[in-house]
């Protein structure tokens, strides 16, 4: 059994995708998923799925959803399936690898021990293979109690995060051409994160493009100022002063 959280929410069983088939069952299966091998309580589901006007046989309801998850993720095979009843809840199960949460935190996790070691060729690797998991915005038409969301908010600043050192590696290992577009891309996305225009630049300035780097510390500066009313902080400030001044520092460095 494979279960997927890094976009829409997936069940895949021998390379078949298992349909949950009520946007309820959906909520309580999500939020068993985040909290994965621990106990959520009955009063935890049912915030999630009704927030504060509950039915009147919320719990009731609950009971029905939860056994039709356990007939659909019972193992073909007899065996007793993955959401055990434990006090004063549920708790689902899963095995190493089969929620993709867990591949991805293992892969980020990787990739900064390589990035802490100066390896950045097996950082770089690692980060694309953490990256590549994603298949669109995580759990996005479930963001609507307390868990899914914080859990969805604070998954998208790992991602944000995630992305930013991909960009970092492959700029210590030369590729400042191959990350144009991308930090192009991340900065549409996400206009008002400085770290991005500051790797573009260095990219842009890398790639003999001088004028265009600096270029994209008034677009960042326009952009900050319009959206904040808020100037350009220190990094960027000083990436522009060093790129005037074309610093010895930012040439590409030997990378191990």
Known sequence: ???????????????????????????VLAAL??????????????????GGTKPRRATAALY????????????RTGAP???????????????????????????????REHMRRDEYEPASRAFEAALGLWRGPALSELREGPIINGFAMWLDEVRL????MLVETNLRLGRHREMVSLLHELIRDHPLHEAFYRQLMLALYRSERRADALGVYQSARAALNRELGLEP????????????????VLDVRPAV
């Open 64 to 75: 029905v959803y939860v056994s039709q998850l356990r007939k659909l993720l019972a193992v």
């Open 1 to 27: 059994m494979r279960y997927e959280v890094l976009g829409s929410l997936r069940v895949i069983d021998n390379g078949e995708s298992l349909a949950v088939t009520a946007p309820k069952m959906e909520v």
């Open 33 to 50: 998923l985040i909290r994965a091998d621990q106990v959520v309580s009955v009063e935890q589901l049912i915030t999630e799925m009704w």
């Open 233 to 248: 902080g220190r990094h960027l400030r000083e990436m522009q002063r060093s790129i005037l001044a074309a610093a010895d």
């Open 161 to 164: 995060e995630c992305h930013e």
């Open 81 to 111: 399936g993955p959401i055990v009843t434990r006090a004063p809840g549920y708790v689902l199960r899963t095995g190493t690898d089969e929620l993709d949460l867990h591949v991805f935190q293992r892969l980020v996790r990787e990739g």
